[in-house]
Protein backbone atom coordinates (compact mmCIF):
# COMPACT_ATOMS: atom_id res chain seq x y z
CA UNK A 1 0.00 0.00 0.00
CA UNK A 2 1.14 3.31 -0.88
CA UNK A 3 1.55 5.82 2.39
CA UNK A 4 2.60 8.63 0.49
CA UNK A 5 -1.12 10.32 0.77
CA UNK A 6 -0.68 11.19 4.22
CA UNK A 7 2.24 13.01 3.98
CA UNK A 8 1.85 15.10 0.71
CA UNK A 9 1.18 18.96 1.20
CA UNK A 10 -2.56 20.77 0.62
CA UNK A 11 -2.73 21.73 -2.76
CA UNK A 12 -2.88 25.44 -3.52
CA UNK A 13 -6.00 27.03 -5.03
CA UNK A 14 -5.43 29.54 -7.61
CA UNK A 15 -8.59 31.60 -5.87
CA UNK A 16 -8.02 33.91 -2.84
CA UNK A 17 -9.06 31.85 0.39
CA UNK A 18 -12.80 32.60 1.60
CA UNK A 19 -13.72 34.43 4.82
CA UNK A 20 -15.10 32.46 7.64
CA UNK A 21 -18.43 34.43 7.49
CA UNK A 22 -18.25 33.86 3.59
CA UNK A 23 -18.09 30.04 3.81
CA UNK A 24 -20.59 30.15 6.56
CA UNK A 25 -23.15 32.18 4.37
CA UNK A 26 -22.65 29.20 1.96
CA UNK A 27 -24.82 26.80 4.71
CA UNK A 28 -27.37 29.60 5.43
CA UNK A 29 -31.01 28.06 5.40
CA UNK A 30 -32.92 28.05 2.36
CA UNK A 31 -36.33 28.99 2.51
CA UNK A 32 -37.99 27.23 -0.75
CA UNK A 33 -41.63 28.69 0.01
CA UNK A 34 -41.34 32.25 0.85
CA UNK A 35 -44.08 33.87 1.79
CA UNK A 36 -46.14 30.41 2.75
CA UNK A 37 -45.89 31.44 6.43
CA UNK A 38 -47.45 34.25 6.01
CA UNK A 39 -50.33 33.11 3.74
CA UNK A 40 -51.19 30.47 6.27
CA UNK A 41 -51.13 32.73 9.21
CA UNK A 42 -53.28 35.17 7.20
CA UNK A 43 -55.91 32.29 5.96
CA UNK A 44 -56.45 31.21 9.21
CA UNK A 45 -57.20 34.60 10.45
CA UNK A 46 -60.75 34.92 11.42
CA UNK A 47 -63.02 37.79 9.82
CA UNK A 48 -67.19 38.45 10.94
CA UNK A 49 -69.73 39.19 8.25
CA UNK A 50 -71.22 42.38 8.61
CA UNK A 51 -74.77 42.67 9.97
CA UNK A 52 -77.53 43.74 8.22
CA UNK A 53 -79.96 46.34 10.74
CA UNK A 54 -83.44 46.63 10.71
CA UNK A 55 -85.20 49.31 9.57
CA UNK A 56 -86.37 50.45 13.66
CA UNK A 57 -82.26 49.72 14.60
CA UNK A 58 -81.54 52.07 11.65
CA UNK A 59 -84.06 54.98 13.02
CA UNK A 60 -83.04 54.34 16.05
CA UNK A 61 -79.18 55.05 15.36
CA UNK A 62 -80.31 57.99 13.29
CA UNK A 63 -81.97 59.41 16.29
CA UNK A 64 -78.99 58.98 18.76
CA UNK A 65 -76.70 60.37 16.03
CA UNK A 66 -78.76 64.00 15.56
CA UNK A 67 -78.73 64.13 20.06
CA UNK A 68 -74.48 63.39 19.74
CA UNK A 69 -74.51 66.36 16.79
CA UNK A 70 -77.05 68.71 19.13
CA UNK A 71 -74.89 68.07 22.25
CA UNK A 72 -71.07 67.78 20.50
CA UNK A 73 -70.59 65.37 23.60
CA UNK A 74 -69.03 61.93 23.60
CA UNK A 75 -70.11 58.54 22.70
CA UNK A 76 -69.65 55.16 23.07
CA UNK A 77 -69.84 54.06 19.35
CA UNK A 78 -69.66 50.05 17.80
CA UNK A 79 -69.05 50.15 13.80
CA UNK A 80 -67.98 48.02 11.41
CA UNK A 81 -64.41 48.08 10.16
CA UNK A 82 -63.54 46.33 6.46
CA UNK A 83 -60.82 44.31 6.66
CA UNK A 84 -58.30 45.74 3.92
CA UNK A 85 -57.43 42.07 2.79
CA UNK A 86 -60.07 39.81 3.48
CA UNK A 87 -63.93 39.59 2.97
CA UNK A 88 -65.86 40.30 6.14
CA UNK A 89 -63.98 43.06 8.79
CA UNK A 90 -64.50 43.50 12.43
CA UNK A 91 -66.65 45.04 15.40
CA UNK A 92 -64.97 48.00 16.77
CA UNK A 93 -66.16 49.27 19.76
CA UNK A 94 -64.70 53.36 20.99
CA UNK A 95 -65.49 56.34 23.31
CA UNK A 96 -65.02 59.04 20.69
CA UNK A 97 -65.39 62.90 20.91
CA UNK A 98 -67.55 64.04 18.10
CA UNK A 99 -66.38 66.71 15.76
CA UNK A 100 -68.49 66.93 13.15
CA UNK A 101 -70.90 65.40 10.23
CA UNK A 102 -70.67 65.09 6.33
CA UNK A 103 -74.19 65.01 5.51
CA UNK A 104 -73.12 64.06 2.08
CA UNK A 105 -70.87 61.50 2.30
CA UNK A 106 -72.83 60.30 5.44
CA UNK A 107 -69.82 60.19 7.58
CA UNK A 108 -68.92 61.15 11.43
CA UNK A 109 -65.44 63.06 12.14
CA UNK A 110 -64.26 62.37 15.64
CA UNK A 111 -61.41 64.48 16.92
CA UNK A 112 -59.62 61.08 17.51
CA UNK A 113 -58.58 61.49 13.74
CA UNK A 114 -60.81 58.51 13.28
CA UNK A 115 -64.01 58.67 10.57
CA UNK A 116 -67.17 56.23 10.55
CA UNK A 117 -69.40 55.75 7.94
CA UNK A 118 -73.14 56.28 9.22
CA UNK A 119 -74.33 52.96 7.59
CA UNK A 120 -71.26 50.83 9.76
CA UNK A 121 -72.42 51.82 12.91
CA UNK A 122 -74.50 49.52 14.49
CA UNK A 123 -74.50 50.87 18.16
CA UNK A 124 -74.24 54.54 19.20
CA UNK A 125 -75.03 55.57 23.38
CA UNK A 126 -74.43 59.10 23.82
CA UNK A 127 -72.47 59.64 26.72
CA UNK A 128 -72.70 62.87 29.42
CA UNK A 129 -70.16 65.60 29.32
Not at 25 to 48: C, D, M, N, S, Y
Not at 66 to 89: H, Q, W
Request: aromatic share 8%; hydrophobic share 35%; with cysteine.
Amino acid sequence: MDERWYTMDRPISKYPKMSMSDRAAQFAPFAALTGHKEAVIEQGRITQEKRVLSNEEKLEINEKIVEMVKLKSKCRITYFEKDKTKSGGKYIQNVLSFKRMDELNKTLYFKENIQIQIDDIVDIEVLEQ
